[in-house]
């Protein structure tokens, strides 16, 4: 079917230390995947995305990586940090403007 | 420059009741898409809105209606509520050249007794 599986949906680490997250998708999904962050009583903000003609992207602390082959992208949050803590939703596109979603992991720091 | 605006914050219903929730786009957006998120969910896909018609819908029953204005700003209707339909309903606006980038209002959370 048309899903996105996320694991872990809980994630606790020190901080200082690394942080990742993975997703798989099934065939039918488009070439874009995105990552957001919700934070309590926000909506889910754009951090990062990728496209599938590319295979890792990097923005400061934050790299998603994709491998086509295996259909699962990963994000990685190094030197992770307290305001880091988050819930963090994968996400791809299926007929082109159905966008969805993995059902999130919840992100902790421990200073 | 403004963000995704959506309006009301919270609201509490009873069954068989209607409700309206209205979303503002992000300045220089033109489509909006709207979607429910469970609690301890992802967000779920309802439709999206562009040119002031339904482009496209996900899997939820007629209930859910909507409309987009002429200024873009669009309001999502349910019928007939369900306990069920309690959730955090978020708006969502983005370009057609960057269509897949979506931007999110903080959502109106949505209470059904």
């Known amino acids: 079917g048309e899903n996105v599986e996320q694991h872990p949906s809980t994630l606790s680490v020190q901080e200082g230390d690394s942080a990742v997250i993975k997703c798989t998708y099934s065939d039918s999904a488009s070439n874009y995947f995105p990552w957001y962050k919700q934070e309590l009583g926000k909506g889910p903000q754009l951090i990062i995305d990728i496209r599938s003609n590319v295979g890792e992207k990097k923005d400061q602390r934050i790299a998603v990586t994709l491998n086509k082959t295996a259909k699962h992208f990963s994000l990685h949050i190094t030197e992770t940090q307290p305001e880091d803590s988050a819930v963090y939703f994968c996400?791809?596109?299926?007929?082109?403007?159905?966008?969805?979603f993995g059902a999130g992991t919840r992100l902790t720091v421990k200073p | 420059d403004a963000g995704v605006t959506q309006s009301p914050t919270h609201l509490i219903k009873t069954r068989g009741q209607q409700v309206t929730l209205r979303c503002s786009p992000k300045?220089?957006?033109?489509?909006v898409s709207w979607y429910q998120q469970a609690l301890g969910q992802g967000p779920q896909f309802i439709f999206q809105y562009y040119e002031e018609e339904e482009r496209q819908r996900g899997n939820f029953p007629d209930r859910f209606s909507g409309h987009q204005f002429p200024n873009y700003s669009s309001e999502l209707n349910v019928n007939a509520l369900l306990l069920g339909d309690s959730a955090l309903y978020l708006c969502a606006s983005s370009f057609p050249s960057t269509d897949e980038k979506l931007f999110f209002g903080s959502g109106t959370q949505l209470s059904v007794l």
């Open positions: 996400a791809a596109t299926y007929n082109n403007n159905d966008m969805r």
């Open positions: 300045s220089g957006h033109d489509t």
